[in-house]
């Protein structure tokens, strides 16, 4: 059997997909210790998980729990979610949309398959065209999402070192250059895997240069405003007509849920709903049918503001704690945690590369994620781009030490 190159293209194996493996089997085994600092998942916050069991309960006692499992919604969502939601966001930031500028999705990883090859790759006029990440290291889930070849453009950053071994990712705009090929701007704020929010007069560079080019600026807030809200720094949140904001419900605590949703002017919108249709036919309707009370009555933002925001501004501060405590010794550097749950730590001058690193913590039972293949188009050959890793600190904190001891034991040897 000889596969098309679609099926050449979405099953070669790829080094994201061979760490999702590695994380799944050690998950599997049971072991009792194991250091999980790798993957993406959101923190199990009890009393969040409370609040969505009790919503599940009411749809289930109210009768709405049979026409969220019953029916197929339309391909952009269910309506009354849609109106619910647009006029939550009018009312926290102003911005005059409707249900019309709401596209559900099966997640962000589903909005952006979608965005990205409506957007770019083969153009009707022969002409092929790209997504422009300007800010690499990008989300990795990015990287593979393309449906041609060499979807993907992105620039270095320029790197601002601050107070406390800490840096910062910023755009170089000196260098930056959007040419014809180019379809969209797309970045994550806050970033995954960095925990950088880009910031308010970076972003309005951004859109001032997607203007210009007649372009649009994706913006993925999976961890961002209003919902979950994971964000440490004073960032605004924007929206017209030429941004396509993706938000998530993952990052709330419902990744299972599989809800991405899409803002964006209507043209985007139709063309999603049309993709959606042919695709899956409709969204899932669980995350809309949870959430749909919890906005209504604004409890989203007790959810938001005091429930997650400071379970992991206490993760934070214990993950910042034991950076100081255990690597203090070391050419570690930390991205400045503005957002998001990562630590982004630049381990300058290592003499083995991120992707050893990981197999050696591996082989120890503590899982990170290598920060190579974060840095989607960018050369291999830049030093800076094997001295990273990234580290989820929304975990137990005993775990998370442990992890940090361990790290600590194999710097000594490779710094
Ligand atoms: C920045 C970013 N965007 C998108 C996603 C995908 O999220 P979803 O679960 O909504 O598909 C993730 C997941 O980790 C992410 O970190």
């Not at 593979?144 to 992105?154: I, P, R, Y």
């Not at 000196?174 to 895997?193: K, M, Y």
């Not at 605004?236 to 990052?251: A, E, G, Y």
């Amino acid at each position: 059997m000889t596969f098309s190159k679609f099926g050449e293209k979405f099953t070669r194996r790829s080094g994201i997909g061979q760490l999702m493996v590695d994380l799944g089997k050690a998950n599997a085994s049971n072991h009792p210790d194991l250091y999980m600092l790798g993957g993406g998942n959101p923190a199990a916050i009890a009393d969040a998980q409370s609040l969505f069991q009790h919503e599940m309960e009411h749809l289930i006692q109210s009768g709405s729990f049979q026409s969220m499992l019953g029916l197929y919604d339309g391909p952009n969502g269910e309506q009354a979610f849609r109106d619910i939601l647009a006029g939550f966001l009018n009312q926290e930031f102003g911005w005059g949309i409707s249900a019309e500028n709401i596209c559900l999705t099966n997640g962000s990883q589903n909005s952006f398959f979608y965005l990205f090859n409506l957007l770019a790759g083969d153009m009707p006029d022969g002409s092929k065209k790209k997504i422009l990440f300007p800010l690499a290291p990008e989300y990795v889930g990015y990287a593979d999402a393309g449906l041609s070849e060499d979807m993907f453009a992105s620039y270095r950053p320029r790197i601002e070192h601050l107070e406390n071994r800490q840096f910062k990712y910023r755009v170089d705009f000196e260098h930056l250059e959007i040419g014809d090929d180019i379809a969209a701007i797309c970045l994550s704020r806050p970033t995954n895997p960095t925990g950088n929010v880009v910031t308010d007069r970076e972003l309005a560079n951004l859109k001032a240069l997607a203007e210009k080019n007649n372009i649009p600026l994706i913006i993925d807030n999976a961890y961002g405003q209003p919902f979950p809200n994971v964000i440490h720094s004073d960032a605004t949140l924007q929206w017209d007509d030429n941004t396509v904001l993706c938000m998530s419900l993952s990052k709330l605590g419902l990744p299972g849920a599989r809800t991405g949703i899409v803002i964006a002017n209507e043209k985007i919108t139709q063309a999603l709903g049309a993709l959606g249709g042919i695709i899956t036919l409709a969204p899932n309707s669980v995350g809309a049918a949870l959430l749909t009370r919890l906005i209504e009555t604004g409890e989203i933002n007790h959810l938001t503001q005091n429930i997650i925001k400071p379970h992991y501004n206490e993760c934070l501060a214990n993950a910042l704690s034991l950076f100081d405590q255990i690597l203090s010794d070391f050419p570690v550097h930390l991205h400045k945690p503005e957002g998001a749950f990562f630590m982004w730590l630049w381990i300058e001058g290592m003499k083995i590369s991120s992707q050893e690193l990981y197999q050696r913590l591996k082989a120890r039972n503590v899982f990170v994620i290598p920060g190579e293949e974060f840095f989607i188009d960018i050369d291999p050959t830049w030093k800076h781009t094997q001295e990273c890793i990234r580290i989820n600190y929304s975990q137990p904190k005993e775990k998370l030490k442990r992890g940090f001891e361990i790290l600590a034991q194999e710097l000594q040897k490779v710094t």
